[in-house]
């Protein structure tokens, strides 16, 4: 029976985690810290609201007073809190800096005097690009080259992370993993705001040439194998989790959804291309296949005509974030 204190769990990835744990490990409980920003949705969490594992607290990681009263009550810290959004580092990086960075300091800072676990969530951006052209693929000993406000402000977590085990002897473990999809995410992202737009008549919108490519996860993959970790993740260890989508590019993506959705291609708009853009992510995750035996189960195909399927039946969820997130890519003219 263990307490975990979940950050960041009204997000995308974060609420995918708070069910999937508490449905795996009904004796276990979570409180989730949240500072509700316009990507924290208490909606996300309907279905374990009235559950007496599950608590929540509005507040922000940055608060010291509140992340040390929640880490002095804690098993376990599973750290999802984060600006997240590339699109949205470029236009305003100072939040990301605060968030990703002092905010997984005061964490650490916290956990450290607890001497708990800390398992800290983070991506492959960290690594930068690959060549469109190359089989390579992104390992735990890739150098790192981030190149967006984002995933800078990421990969300087993860040092810190890494520094406080080295330091102080801090117990800890990472993920790394690329490009999650499914239920909840925010119709500012790539996949959602495809199928919202396509909803209601509009073009999807392709950045560039449409030629950069993403290794698809299913979040709720991503959770199984977070749960692989918790369980039985050698402490100061790393691993990288990727999926099943052998190199689609967007532009291959647009056109499956079009294919699901009866539409035709003339619904593609080419528009001006993101700063900075990354190539190619692909993700090797050989490590935690062998160590841990987990695998992807979820394939792209199938799960984005599931994932179609659920903004199509929960339009009442995303309708309320949709204008908010087109007024992001009126300022930023995509
Ligand atoms: P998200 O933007 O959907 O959710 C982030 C959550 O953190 C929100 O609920 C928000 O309210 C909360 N938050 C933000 N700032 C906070 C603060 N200062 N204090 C407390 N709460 C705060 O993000 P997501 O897509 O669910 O991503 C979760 C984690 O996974 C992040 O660390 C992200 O870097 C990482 N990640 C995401 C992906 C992906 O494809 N979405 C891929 C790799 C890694
Ligand atoms: O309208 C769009 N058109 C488009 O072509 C949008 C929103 C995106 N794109 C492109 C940019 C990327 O190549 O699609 C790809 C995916 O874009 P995002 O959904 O914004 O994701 P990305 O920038 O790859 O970052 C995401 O995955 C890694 C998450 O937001 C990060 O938190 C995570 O670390």
């Not at 950045?207 to 950069?212: A, F, R, S, T, W």
């Not at 691993?239 to 647009?254: I, T, W």
């Amino acid at each position: 029976m263990s307490k975990l204190l979940v950050t960041g769990g009204a997000g995308f990835i974060g609420s995918n985690f708070i069910s999937y744990w508490l449905s795996q490990h009904p004796e276990d409980s979570i409180t989730n810290l949240d500072a509700l920003t316009y990507a924290g949705n208490e909606a996300n969490l309907a279905d374990v609201q009235d559950n007496s594992k599950y608590s929540f607290l509005k507040g922000n990681i940055l608060d010291k007073e509140i992340v040390g009263r929640l880490v002095g009550e804690a098993d376990i810290v599973v750290h999802f809190a984060a600006e997240s959004h590339v699109d949205r580092s470029i236009l305003g990086p100072e939040a990301f800096v605060e968030t990703n960075v002092k905010g997984t300091f005061v964490l650490l800072d916290a956990v450290r005097q607890r001497k708990i676990h800390f398992h800290h969530i983070s991506t492959d951006e960290v690594f930068g690009a690959l060549a469109l052209d190359s089989a390579e693929k992104f390992t735990e000993a890739t150098p790192y080259y981030p190149h967006s406000p984002y995933s800078a402000s990421k990969a300087a977590s993860d040092h810190l992370v890494r520094a406080y085990g080295d330091t102080y002897g801090l117990a800890y473990t990472i993920t790394n993993c690329s490009n999650n999809f499914g239920p909840y995410q925010h119709p500012e992202k790539f996949i959602p705001r495809m199928i919202t737009n396509l909803s209601d008549g509009q073009p999807v919108k392709v950045y560039g040439d449409g030629k950069y490519v993403r290794d698809w996860l299913h979040v709720l993959d991503h959770c199984r194998a977070i749960d692989a970790v918790l369980q039985s993740g050698k402490s100061g260890e790393t691993y990288l989790v990727g999926g099943m989508s052998n190199d689609v590019n967007n532009l291959e993506v647009a056109k499956l959804l079009l294919q699901h959705m009866n539409l035709s291609e003339d619904k593609i708009e080419f528009v001006k291309d993101r700063p900075g853009h990354d190539r190619r992510y692909a993700v090797d995750w050989s490590r935690i296949n062998k160590d841990l035996g987990w695998e992807p189960e979820h394939s792209f195909e199938e799960w984005l005509k599931e994932t179609i399927t659920w903004y199509q039946q929960n339009e009442a969820w995303w309708r309320p974030l949709k204008e908010e997130a087109e007024q992001l890519y009126v300022k930023s003219g995509q």
